[in-house]
């Protein structure tokens, strides 16, 4: 045990340790995922996520050394976001021609999203402070944590509401629109962008292009919706 830990030190002292964990973690869960025909409670962000606590706690490693691995992982995600526009621009003509409806629909997301976090937070009794962490779950971490540290929050708190948010959003998600009735990959997309990012919208990718372009514009203007209109609700009811 010794040497494991002995080697273990050595290996830690380099960054690139913890990149190579967090891809190995990751595409065991892929693996995982696509073996068991695609159960969406195996989804791969989860497996990923269970598999890197589960080992940073067992080693005692602090969150800020595995960042210094792990953060071009964080830096990638800016490109993926920008890689989105890929389907939707392929599914440009009918995103014009549902202009309307989507906007209204986004809007009563964005705002149903805000609105029940905030509500669950404080019936069960959550400080002002938590209220504020919690109301910009169903945004992209960047801006929701840009968004929570400027309300006064705790960003770290929304960092992980937002993935579990997420999770929730890719592994639930599907089978509750399936299950009431909603079978338009627009409508399906749009909601699953909203609800639950990017995240989400991968899960939505899978499904079909026209889901995942749909998914990927809500996820967007979700996340400026958010921004526009949290701070001014947070300053008008709070």
């Known amino acids: 045990m010794a040497d494991i830990s002995d080697i273990w030190v050595y290996l830690s002292a380099s960054p690139l340790l913890f990149l190579t964990l967090t891809l190995a973690a990751f595409q065991a869960g892929t693996w995982l995922y696509t073996r068991s025909g695609h159960k969406p409670f195996l989804n791969p962000v989860l497996t990923a996520v269970i598999l890197m606590v589960g080992l940073l706690t067992l080693s005692g490693t602090t969150y800020e050394t595995y960042?210094?691995?792990?953060?071009?992982?964080?830096?990638?995600?800016?490109?993926?976001?920008?890689?989105?526009?890929?389907?939707?621009?392929?599914?440009?003509?009918?995103?014009?021609?549902?202009?309307?409806?989507?906007?209204?629909?986004?809007?009563?997301?964005?705002l149903t999203a805000m609105a029940t976090a905030v509500l669950l937070g404080w019936l069960m009794g959550a400080s002002r402070e938590t209220l504020m962490s919690l109301a910009p779950k169903s945004v992209t971490a960047p801006v929701a944590m840009g968004i929570t540290e400027q309300l006064g929050g705790l960003p770290s708190l929304t960092a992980v509401m937002v993935i579990l948010t997420g999770i929730l959003g890719a592994v639930l998600g599907p089978p509750l629109l399936t299950l009431i009735g909603v079978r338009d990959g627009r409508a399906r997309g749009l909601a699953m962008g909203t609800a639950s990012h990017g995240i989400g919208t991968a899960r939505a990718l899978e499904t079909s292009e026209l889901a995942g372009a749909f998914s990927g514009l809500a996820m967007g203007l979700n996340a400026l919706a958010t921004a526009i209109l949290l701070p001014l609700l947070w300053r008008l009811f709070f």
Do not use: M, N
């Open 67 to 110: 960042f210094e691995g792990a953060q071009f992982v964080h830096f990638l995600l800016g490109p993926a976001t920008v890689a989105l526009a890929i389907p939707l621009y392929r599914q440009f003509d009918r995103v014009r021609r549902s202009a309307l409806a989507l906007i209204a629909s986004l809007i009563c997301g964005s």
